[in-house]
């Protein structure tokens, strides 16, 4: 039996045991460990794809434990490219946050990296499971060292932010067990593949089932923060340490798109999700407000980091609103923009991490003569935006091609129009920073004479190399878009 | 009426859990005292962790211990009936959701002290005054 699926998920598992022990050795340790643990899930997460695309679904039993009695972990296309999506930013992060940690959290360095390696744990078991109160354990394991690491942040604030998130991220994760706990009543088995075939043989609409799909759905909407639910997330992600920070933004969001995704897929079907509930245009509906309301409260911050968070959550109204359009193109554009935006958000975070590295506030005010001082990080952030607003070599075109196509096939045209408001306003964003980063003049705030020349302050070379990858990625998947569509998305949606 | 009142009787346990997440949540929400959210917090998840462990209840049936069977593994003695034996599987789930019900309330108790040793408060309306201070 090939084990690379259970190496996926235990590698950063143990690799947060050894580097809550090596800290006692030498603190620098837990950093290598934690650097090795994830590259090593990198490797394992390559080859399960790779097991994937040669011969379809891979299922691995954990300890040899049959489904649906015992725990499987289920790859198909779909869960394989997320997989691969969250164990790279998760390694290329760690290289581009040593020195900020070393910075912002110079004590607790190694608890950091611990809980780094939990919440990565967590992801990759969330992607990877086959089960469905395995999957609740997963995500309050990431939510768990989410809390734990967005109170390391800026003293006070992130802690109440956290107290926040909490709160609200306790009610989503409880409304999710109980919806489990009503398909349990109903079908006796929490194996998503065993549920599935007998909710088929189930006929007529049962009212526990109906339950048991509105609970599920609204605790994973509170968990990704779609819009009336989204209150916890700008103050989390802006009080967070920027180590933490740029990894969580791109990808918990995201990861929680991918569970709405494969419960509706696979757990209760598209047949009953679309044909038996009449639910889907109220969905889209709160797709589209997300996306306006996201863009137009992310218009009034005056603050870089604030507004990035504000974009996240108009970017999970397209991923709902697409998938909720009810025909294959809306669903294609929704999956392939899990992966394109969680490459630009993870952009968009690392040019931030690197701003904020050198200038150490992020206010507009800060921002003048950023283009002089540090042109790479500028570079950066310029490609990830024009993704966001989606400029064709990019790859936030591509998805936004296909949620547009997908909207007009549904007949969905108030979401056509909110995609492109958005990316109006999204324009209209990037280039205020843009003009204050670029035209406004350097506040000379220690009186020293202007030697005539600007003295560059890059970030150091650690943080700008994942930058410059992840800004490649970004033009290969909007390139590749078509190859990704046909071979993995659309393989998995027939 | 009797309809109703016969509904309530049935399925009493999913009417008790749903009385006691209401409580929970009105105190998560209502509540201006931090300490007496997280309060409400754990009698929403303690609420829940109800409701599985009721759904795995049978009418006359007894504790998921094999009886009458010592020494054998089945193949002595009478056929096991499950209906005569509560379903377990519900209560080990449970064991491990109080695992992550006490973590989160660490957790939560945890960044309150420091809450409360940087603003000396854990009321919300002055934290606020507090926070809009600076």
């Known amino acids: 039996m090939n084990h690379m699926p259970a190496i996926l998920v235990l590698a950063p598992l143990s690799g947060a045991f050894f580097s809550g022990l090596a800290a006692w050795i030498k603190p620098s340790f837990s950093y290598y460990i934690a650097l090795a643990a994830t590259l090593l899930s990198g490797v394992a997460a390559t080859c399960v794809l790779g097991d994937v695309m040669a011969a379809g679904t891979v299922q691995y039993r954990m300890a040899g434990w049959a489904p649906p009695m015992g725990i499987e972990l289920r790859i198909d296309s779909l869960n394989a490219m997320v997989l691969v999506l969250i164990s790279a930013i998760a390694f290329l992060n760690l290289v581009a946050s040593v020195r900020s940690v070393d910075r912002e959290i110079p004590d607790r360095a190694p608890s950091f990296y611990v809980m780094y390696q939990l919440f990565v744990v967590g992801l990759l078991g969330v992607t990877a499971t086959g089960d469905l109160f395995n999957l609740y354990v997963l995500i309050e394991i990431t939510s768990l060292t989410s809390y734990t690491m967005i109170a390391l942040g800026e003293e006070g604030r992130s802690h109440l932010a956290a107290l926040n998130y909490i709160f609200i991220g306790v009610i989503g994760a409880s409304f999710y067990l109980l919806g489990v706990g009503y398909l349990y009543i109903t079908t006796g088995s929490l194996n998503m593949q065993d549920v599935a075939v007998i909710l088929k043989q189930i006929p007529g609409s049962s009212s526990a089932v109906l339950t048991a799909f509105v609970l599920c759905i609204l605790g994973v909407w509170i968990k990704m923060a779609l819009f009336p639910l989204h209150v916890w997330l700008p103050n989390a992600y802006a009080f967070a340490p920027v180590g933490f920070a740029r990894v969580v933004a791109p990808l918990m969001t995201k990861v929680m798109v991918y569970v709405m995704v494969r419960l509706m897929i696979t757990v209760f079907g598209l047949d009953y999700v679309f044909n038996t509930l009449h639910l889907a245009d109220i969905v889209v509906w709160l797709g589209v407000i997300a996306i306006l309301a996201g863009a137009f409260m992310a218009l009034f911050q005056t603050d870089l980091r604030k507004m990035l968070t504000y974009i996240i959550v108009c970017e999970i109204g397209y991923m709902v609103?697409?998938?909720?359009?009810?025909?294959?193109?809306?669903?294609?554009?929704?999956?392939?923009?899990?992966?394109?935006?969680?490459?630009?958000?993870?952009?968009?975070?690392?040019?931030?991490?690197?701003?904020?590295?050198?200038?150490?506030?992020?206010?507009?005010?800060?921002?003048?003569?950023?283009?002089?001082?540090?042109?790479?990080?500028?570079?950066?952030?310029?490609?990830?935006?024009?993704?966001?607003?989606?400029?064709?070599?990019?790859?936030?075109?591509?998805?936004?091609?296909?949620?547009?196509?997908?909207?007009?096939?549904?007949?969905?045209?108030?979401?056509?129009?909110?995609?492109?408001?958005?990316?109006?306003?999204?324009?209209?964003?990037?280039?205020?920073?843009?003009?204050?980063?670029?035209?406004?003049?350097?506040?000379?705030?220690?009186?020293?004479?202007?030697?005539?020349?600007?003295?560059?302050?890059?970030?150091?070379?650690?943080?700008?190399?994942?930058?410059?990858?992840?800004?490649?990625?970004?033009?290969?998947?909007?390139?590749y878009a078509g190859t990704i569509v046909n071979t993995l998305i659309l393989p998995f949606l027939q | 009426m009797t309809e109703l009142v016969g509904l309530i009787v049935a399925k009493y346990n999913f009417w008790l859990y749903i009385i006691l997440m209401m409580i929970g949540l009105y105190a998560m929400i209502a509540k201006n005292n931090l300490m007496k959210k997280l309060v409400g917090m754990n009698i929403f998840q303690t609420a829940i962790i109800l409701f599985y462990v009721s759904i795995g209840y049978k009418h006359g049936a007894t504790l998921p211990i094999i009886q009458g069977d010592h020494g054998g593994h089945g193949t002595h003695g009478a056929v096991i009936h499950a209906a005569e034996y509560i379903n377990p599987l519900p209560h080990v789930l449970m064991l491990t959701a109080i695992v992550v019900s006490v973590a989160t309330f660490g957790v939560a108790m945890a960044l309150c002290v420091r809450v409360y040793r940087r603003y000396q408060t854990l009321e919300e309306d002055e934290l606020r005054i507090r926070l809009s201070e600076k």
């Not at chain 1, 809306?330 to 923009?337: K, S």
């Not at chain 1, 990316?423 to 705030?445: D, G, N």
């Open chain 1, 321 to 479: 609103g697409g998938a909720w359009l009810g025909n294959t193109l809306g669903m294609a554009g929704a999956i392939l923009h899990i992966l394109n935006d969680a490459l630009m958000t993870f952009a968009l975070f690392l040019a931030l991490g690197n701003i904020v590295y050198v200038r150490k506030q992020v206010a507009f005010s800060n921002l003048q003569g950023l283009f002089a001082t540090m042109p790479w990080t500028m570079a950066g952030l310029v490609l990830a935006a024009l993704s966001i607003i989606g400029v064709p070599p990019t790859c936030g075109f591509f998805s936004k091609w296909y949620l547009v196509l997908g909207a007009f096939e549904a007949g969905a045209y108030h979401f056509a129009a909110a995609l492109i408001i958005s990316s109006l306003v999204c324009a209209v964003l990037f280039f205020k920073v843009f003009e204050i980063c670029f035209f406004e003049p350097m506040a000379t705030s220690h009186g020293h004479h202007d030697y005539g020349g600007v003295v560059m302050t890059e970030a150091p070379v650690s943080m700008l190399v994942p930058l410059g990858l992840v800004s490649t990625a970004i033009v290969a998947a909007g390139v």
